[in-house]
Structures are given as C-alpha cells and as structure tokens.
C-alpha cells in the first residue's frame, strides 16, 4: 500500500462519463421503456397518478 504513490488522481478504470460502454441510444431507450412501464403499471392498478 505504501509503494503507491498518488500520480494518478483519477483511480484505474473507465473515464468519468463512460461508465457503460453502450451506444447512447441504448441508456435512453432502457430509461424510456422503464418509465413507461412504471407508469402503465400504476395506471393498471388504479392509482392516483
């Protein structure tokens, strides 16, 4: 542990902002989908919403 010496700030690993290697469109479409299915769902099920 002592051997490591703070050269790099940033920690070994992807790039902040390329957390997920998928095409952008694909993030939106899975978040869409999700929020839609959420809101069909409350919606079947009578509620206020």
């Known amino acids: 542990m ?3 010496t703070p ?3 940033a920690p070994s690993g992807p ?8 095409p952008w ?4 479409l899975l978040a869409w989908s999700a929020c839609w299915a959420l809101f069909l769902a409350l919606h079947d099920l ?4």
């Open 2 to 4: 002592a051997a490591r």
């Open 25 to 28: 469109p694909l993030p939106a």
């Open 46 to 49: 009578q509620l206020p919403v």
């Open 7 to 9: 050269t790099k700030s």
């Open 15 to 22: 790039p902040p902002g390329r957390a997920f290697a998928l």
